[in-house]
């Protein structure tokens, strides 16, 4: 995937009955114009119109770089 990026985005929420602190993870496809982003990149992402089939992200910054 040229110039492609999957964002994953975790969201914490309680249970409504039991309480327990659930993590949800949604993946989003992003464009990377430049294909600066490595893995465990922290990025910002904004959204544009469709780039393809699933891309409809573009990456507006990288906000911290992966350490290693």
């Known amino acids: 995937m040229e110039k492609s990026v999957v964002v ?3 969201r914490l929420f309680k249970h409504r009955f039991y309480g327990k602190t659930i993590r949800r ?3 989003f496809m992003a464009h990377d114009e430049k ?3 490595q893995v465990g990149d922290q990025v910002k992402i904004e959204e544009t ?3 393809s089939k699933r ?3 573009v990456v507006a910054e990288i906000l ?3 350490r290693g």
């Open 8 to 10: 994953a985005v975790d």
């Open 25 to 27: 993870t949604s993946k």
């Open 35 to 37: 294909n600066e982003c």
């Open 49 to 51: 119109r469709p780039l």
């Open 55 to 57: 891309k409809r992200w």
């Open 64 to 66: 911290e770089k992966a």
